[in-house]
């Protein structure tokens, strides 16, 4: 199998997907209060945040729209300030509720 | 978007069949006809020791169209190079029609009643046998060369999470488009997980037509979802960072890539030509037998009923799944799953997210194709992956909207 060289360097821990989007994913595990850079401004993140998981760009206002890929990916139940994690608690589904199961089993 | 010049060209070959279709592998199957001929069938498959005996069956004793037409494809698939039929006896399975149709595809094909050949022993001595025969009568056949104008090839995803949509999905999409390029046909599926890209997905159709049709079918889609009380969206979803349904969705589309969208087709149909393809796997009419697709290999089965010799399989969280007549490649999203499951991955795509390029990981996907089209095992079959399961459905025919003139 060919495996490409990974350029080393420092690669942002956020990603902007698209230029409309107002949340951000994390490309690696991100430690509460490490300092990430959100559109040029360094900015403490206040919890952790996932591999995968997603946060505020910005202040997003409740019932608002989440962009994702420049797309709508459901609306905010609650107001969230920038660099907050979006997920289950605050963001549902504009079309079917997603389900979870109890945590656990590790 | 050109096809990578770095490219090396990969000898594939094929198993010529009666209708001018060739299959990348040359298996046997053993298909029971209901749950009570499973255990018969299983000890056959198990006891001929060989890693292209593989087993398939419907389990359902009341008779439906839909089992019987996939039944139909499955057995004469050009995976498939000959097929013994096990049933019990006293169930509504046409067993008979299976039989001719396979016989009319010029493959070796035996079938045997379990209440006529004297219960579980003397059934599974005789299929221990005619197995051997038929593996005996395969042998002989000699691939010949096959092109990727011949190759129809189907993506699925399953366990996805917040990188499936940013890292798999789009490098299978780079992939198909290169594949479309060389007029393969291309699959991708379930209009359930495609909820939310439905006017997207109708500005890529190559007709208005074919655009309302694709946008009727997320809605039937959705209609579906919602009387059965459930989104397609598993807690293992939400664990790897996708919140919605809707957002689950735009990651999965990413992997259909930027082709044209040439038809949507149904379970069993086979794309006419080179092009990209939508298939509809929600049943038509008032949901009456579950959910579309209990689990990720029932669609993988539906992409093998319309044609397709091999399964992109992408995953964050860590499939594992292989499948039954058609090799599974795992493309693997998320880097730390690669790590800890490097076992079932064939494809490391998510060191895309430490800084590898889209194009790299799509043309070593598009290199794969190619590697096991030319005999090369996927890790799934190298594991002795061959799930497979088939659950009752109803279907109308496509319209004369979905498939365009080309």
């Not at chain 2, 006017?199 to 309302?212: D, F, K, Q, V």
Request: proline letters at 7%; a negative charge.
């Amino acid at each position: 199998m060919t495996e490409t060289p990974i350029p080393t360097g420092k690669l942002p821990p956020l990603l902007l997907l698209h230029p409309d989007d107002n949340i951000l994913v994390a490309r690696r595990d991100i430690a509460a209060g490490e300092r990430v850079e959100i559109d040029g401004e360094t900015f403490a993140v206040p919890h952790a945040v996932e591999l995968g998981h997603k946060l505020a760009r910005r202040d997003i206002a409740a019932d608002a729209r989440v962009l994702k890929y420049g797309a709508p990916i459901g609306s905010m139940k609650t107001a969230v300030a920038r660099g907050e994690h979006v997920h289950m608690h605050n963001l549902k589904s504009d079309y079917i509720p997603s389900t979870t199961r109890e945590p656990g089993g590790h | 978007m050109s096809v990578p010049a770095s490219s090396p060209s990969i000898p594939m070959r094929g198993w010529l069949r009666k209708d001018g279709r060739k299959g990348i592998r040359n298996v046997v199957a053993v298909a029971y006809l209901v749950e009570c001929a499973h255990h018969v069938s299983r000890m056959i498959v198990q006891k001929s020791s060989s890693d292209d005996v593989h087993l398939i069956g419907f389990p359902g004793c009341y008779p439906n169209k839909y089992a019987l037409e996939m039944m139909k494809r499955l057995c004469t698939h050009p995976n498939v190079g000959a097929v013994l039929l096990v049933s019990l006896g006293c169930e509504s399975f046409n067993r008979e029609e299976l039989r001719r149709h396979v016989h009319a595809s010029g493959r070796p094909v035996d079938l045997l009643v379990i209440q006529q050949a004297g219960g579980t022993s003397k059934t599974l001595n005789a299929g221990l046998e005619a197995v051997k025969k038929m593996r005996a009568a395969i042998a002989g056949q000699q691939p010949v060369p096959m092109a990727l104008d011949e190759l129809v090839i189907g993506t699925v995803c399953g366990g996805s999470d917040g990188t499936s949509g940013i890292t798999a999905n789009p490098a299978v999409g780079r992939c198909f488009d290169w594949l479309i390029e060389n007029d393969a046909r291309c699959i991708f599926e379930e209009t359930g997980e495609l909820i939310g890209c439905e006017r997207i997905m109708a500005s890529r159709a190559i007709t208005p037509e074919l655009g309302r049709e694709i946008e009727a079918c997320v809605d039937k889609a959705a209609n579906y979802y919602r009387i059965m009380g459930y989104g397609s969206f598993a807690p293992g979803n939400a664990e790897g960072g996708l919140t919605t349904l809707e957002e689950k969705s735009m990651g999965a589309y990413s992997k259909s890539g930027s082709s044209p969208i040439s038809g949507l087709i149904k379970p069993g149909d086979i794309p006419p030509r080179g092009g990209l393809y939508l298939l509809d796997v929600v049943p038509d009419g008032e949901p009456r037998f579950g959910f579309p697709n209990i689990s990720d290999n029932a669609e993988i089965v539906e992409l093998i009923a319309c044609g397709s010799h091999l399964i992109l399989f992408t995953t964050g969280r860590g499939s594992v799944v292989g499948s039954a007549i058609s090799p599974v490649i795992k493309v693997c999203a998320n880097p730390d799953t690669y790590e800890r499951m490097s076992e079932d991955m064939d494809v490391n795509a998510g060191r895309i997210l430490q800084g590898a390029g889209l194009d790299d990981v799509g043309r070593e996907i598009y290199e794969l194709v190619q590697k096991l089209a030319a005999g090369e095992p996927s890790n799934s079959e190298a594991l002795g992956h061959q799930e497979f399961i088939l659950t009752y459905k109803q279907f109308e025919p496509i319209g004369p909207a979905c498939l365009p003139a080309a």
